[in-house]
């Protein structure tokens, strides 16, 4: 199931022959709220509810995904991880980590699928990723309970300002690099857990322009979502709403010979196979 918001409210989503259909959750106010009470939520709404009940509900309408809203608004932290594809490493220049390269995001820079940004620097860079979405959360989380402690996927965008990322160092400014005004779009719904089997498959994509800059299956992952999910909760308390970065592949910009970066004028789109496409025009 696909949960997304929509005129200001929150809607149930199907796709069909690529087409998208909903129809309006009127019991609660927004997806914030929803997740605040993500097991009520299951219990009541969610069981034994497929896409077909969506699809055939007497008041499902066509959605214009130009108009899909920001989906969460009040995550408490952003935690996101650095180096974390196979091949990233490799045109990063950096060795396989131990452990998750923990970062933060600040939640100032959230952003909704139809996003833009005015850049201040000649070297903001693109980078899409897979977002993890807590439900009930919790501390130290083992990993055989991920699932339920998780609500489901959103696709991301981790855009960094690469001059500042380094201004005293190799990576020393990760957090201010990559949280921006609107730098961390999301969306452009949560898939839910139950409705993914295959996640490992799927393909996560990067175009500029239209031109493919990313291309490379979830499962090159070096640490999957249960492990960081796990992993963070060891140290910090996850909140429902939160939300996880889990890293981006290869094909940045920063990462090719010669180096590209965003300039006004430019559409950077991020595309999940069954999570959606989410895009931010640069000014």
Same mark, same amino acid.
């Given at each position: ?22 129809t ?11 997740? +605040? ?37 009040n995550?408490?932290q952003?935690?996101?991880?650095g ?65 339920d402690?998780? +609500? ?34 999301v ?26 800059m990313?291309? +490379? ?35 940045t ?31």
């Amino acid at each position: 199931m696909r949960i997304g918001m929509y005129e200001g409210k929150p809607v149930l989503i199907t796709v069909h022959n690529d087409q998208l259909w909903g129809t309006n959750l009127e019991t609660y106010k927004d997806l914030d709220e929803i997740l +605040a009470n993500w097991v009520d939520f299951q219990e009541t709404f969610l069981v034994n509810l497929t896409d077909a009940d969506v699809l055939n509900n007497d008041n499902a309408r066509l959605l214009a995904p130009e108009k899909l809203e920001q989906p969460i608004k009040n995550s408490r932290q952003l935690p996101a991880i650095g180096f974390n594809y196979r091949d990233h490493l490799k045109e990063m220049d950096t060795s396989l980590p131990k452990q998750p390269n923990v970062f933060n995001k600040f939640v100032s820079s959230l952003a909704g699928p139809n996003n833009q940004i005015t850049i201040n620097s000649d070297t903001v860079d693109w980078e899409s990723e897979l977002v993890v979405v807590i439900g009930s959360g919790g501390r130290n989380i083992p990993r055989e309970n991920v699932e339920d402690a998780i +609500a489901g996927f959103m696709v991301g965008q981790d855009l960094s300002d690469r001059e500042l990322q380094k201004i005293n160092g190799a990576n020393t400014q990760f957090t201010l690099a990559k949280s921006g005004e609107n730098y961390s779009p999301v969306g452009p719904y949560i898939t839910t857990i139950g409705s993914i089997s295959d996640l490992e498959s799927q393909r996560i994509t990067t175009k500029v322009n239209d031109r493919v800059m990313q291309d +490379a299956p979830i499962g090159q992952m070096i640490f999957d979502f249960q492990t960081l999910v796990s992993y963070i909760s060891s140290t910090i308390e996850l909140y429902p709403g939160d939300l996880i970065f889990t890293g981006t592949p290869s094909g940045t910009g920063v990462g090719r010979d010669p180096q590209i970066f965003l300039h006004p004028g430019d559409v950077v789109e991020s595309s999940i196979e069954t999570l959606g496409s989410i895009t931010t025009k640069v000014n």
